[in-house]
């Protein structure tokens, strides 16, 4: 993807806040054993996973968790000497890689095991690959449900230590940012109930994504998964207000007008011409579009200039989209998508709310061609 760094169109990611929520976790977590490793995956959950993993480093995250294997290489490619756990389900034809770079992955079925055992007698100068088992205790994605076989996958391993490391076991709360906790509830019992099979507990055993973190606190057991809150968004979306300290929003997006014109009534604005103007009105047009991350669904909604909402008017095309002004601004004026201008603020989750969906499919969804922009 080539990156639009001659356009003025930006994400601006703010390091310090990374750094502060990651240090208000710690100050929470204070006087138990618990680590953090902060969830990276999908690029840092849009804001460049590199950056973010210094700012991580700096604060005191004790490794790293991303969802696929690429992710981890490119930790240790940026020299990351830190653990790095894979969190989704690795291919056993990969393991020669996940050896060599000290990556640990996350094992979800005895067959998985039996079908890396095969592979991974092939190999010239094996160690141990470190091992998280996964147990699904009611979010129906991956993991062991049965204790039986559960306890037949920590036996294989210790079994076959030359080749596997038990290091870690956990599960994925389905409704940690839900404010009925009955579910979350059966899901921690659950666990409890399979983890309690095991002849011994693993070094880590964790369950806390920020939900489970900043709500279900007693739970957490030792390794903290944070990922959302660590960028400084309220994983309940509004659900749940309340939070044990107060979550810096990490990242901002804005651009700046680069036409603008002054339209009759009647006029048409975009693509499919759905817009008409009702009077003569200043129109901005802006470097920014669907191929961004800036769907079309949020046609009629508003970005920040000078303080003033102005709505996007017409539909988003790919590349660029137009607003209308209150008044005539000069090309170069700044636009802004999310963050502050004025008294006035565009949060994410007033984007996602309008956008029908959650903050994390937003940030996740600003495409590579965004600049970001670290201070
Ligand atoms: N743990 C697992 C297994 C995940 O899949 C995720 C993200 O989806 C997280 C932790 C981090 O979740 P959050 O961003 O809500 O903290």
């Not at 047009?285 to 008017?313: F, K, N």
Request: charge should be negative; include cysteine; hydrophobic fraction near 40%.
């Amino acid at each position: 993807m080539t990156v639009g760094y001659l356009r003025p169109t930006r994400i601006l990611v703010d390091q310090n806040a990374i750094y502060e929520n990651i240090q208000n976790e710690l100050k929470d977590l204070k006087g138990t054993d618990a680590v953090i490793f902060p969830v990276l995956k999908a690029n840092a959950y849009g804001h460049g996973m590199i950056p973010v993993a210094e700012a991580a480093q700096a604060a005191g995250a004790a490794g790293f968790c991303v969802a696929i294997l690429d992710e981890a290489l490119a930790l240790r490619r940026a020299n990351f000497m830190e653990p790095i756990l894979v969190l989704g389900i690795t291919q056993p034809t990969e393991i020669e890689l996940v050896i060599a770079n000290q990556i640990s992955i996350t094992v979800g079925s005895l067959e998985w095991l039996q079908a890396a055992y095969e592979i991974v007698q092939q190999i010239p100068y094996p160690q141990p690959m470190h091992i998280h088992l996964s147990v699904d205790s009611g979010m129906g994605r991956i993991g062991f449900r049965d204790a039986t076989e559960l306890l037949a996958a920590a036996t294989f391993i210790k079994a076959h230590a030359k080749y596997f490391d038990l290091e870690g076991i956990f599960t994925h709360f389905a409704t940690a940012d839900d404010p009925d906790d009955t579910y979350f509830k059966e899901q921690s019992a659950r666990f409890n109930e399979l983890v309690a099979v095991l002849p011994e507990r693993p070094r880590f055993v964790h369950v806390s994504n920020s939900a489970t973190s900043l709500w279900h606190s007693a739970c957490n057991e030792n390794l903290i998964r944070m990922g959302i809150s660590m960028y400084g968004l309220n994983p309940s979306g509004n659900a749940i207000p309340e939070l044990p300290y107060a979550l810096k929003p990490a990242l901002s997006l804005e651009s700046e007008l680069v036409f603008v014109k002054q339209v009759e009534a009647g006029s048409k604005i975009g693509y499919g011409a759905t817009y008409e103007a009702s009077e003569s009105e200043w129109i901005g047009t802006i470097p920014i579009g669907y191929a961004d991350g800036w769907s079309r669904r949020m046609q009629g909604s508003t970005v920040l200039v000078d303080g003033h909402r102005c709505e996007i008017i017409g539909r988003v095309c790919m590349d660029q989209l137009m607003i209308r002004l209150p008044k005539q601004y000069p090309v170069g004026t700044k636009v802004v998508f999310v963050g502050k201008s004025g008294d006035d603020e565009i949060t994410l989750q007033e984007i996602a709310d309008y956008a029908g969906t959650i903050h994390y499919e937003i940030i996740c969804g600003l495409s590579d061609r965004l600049p970001r922009v670290y201070s």
